[in-house]
């Protein structure tokens, strides 16, 4: 009987450990010029809740996987414009991007 209450128990808890993996997968323009950019984008997401991140400076686009039921894609473009980058849903505040290198310095579109 302890054996079949255990086998269950273990069976319960690795189905709902797999429940929980909600991981997403989304990509989306950034902008930015250089290596440089690249290390402050992706340092911005170097947290526990993102599992990959990979910013190409040739295409402009982030690939980011995250953990969707830890973060949002809404907190992800928010924590990329803190550090001065203006992504496709939102633009960085004249004081991030003002802070970031002057080779970083991109063109930006005007309001």
């Not at 910013?55 to 414009?81: Q, Y």
């Amino acid at each position: 009987m302890k054996t079949k209450l255990l086998l269950f128990l273990l069976a319960f808890i690795a189905l709902n450990g797999f429940a929980q993996s909600t991981l997403e997968v989304a990509s989306f323009k950034v902008n930015g010029v250089c290596e440089m950019c690249k290390k402050t984008i992706e340092n911005a997401l170097h947290i526990e809740s993102v599992k990959a991140v990979n910013w190409n400076p040739d295409t402009k686009i982030v690939k980011v996987k995250f953990d969707e039921s830890k973060i949002s894609l809404d907190s992800i473009h928010r924590r990329i414009v803190a550090v001065g980058y203006d992504t496709d849903k939102y633009s960085a505040t004249d004081t991030s991007y003002s802070s970031l290198h002057k080779c970083c310095k991109y063109e930006r579109k005007t309001k």
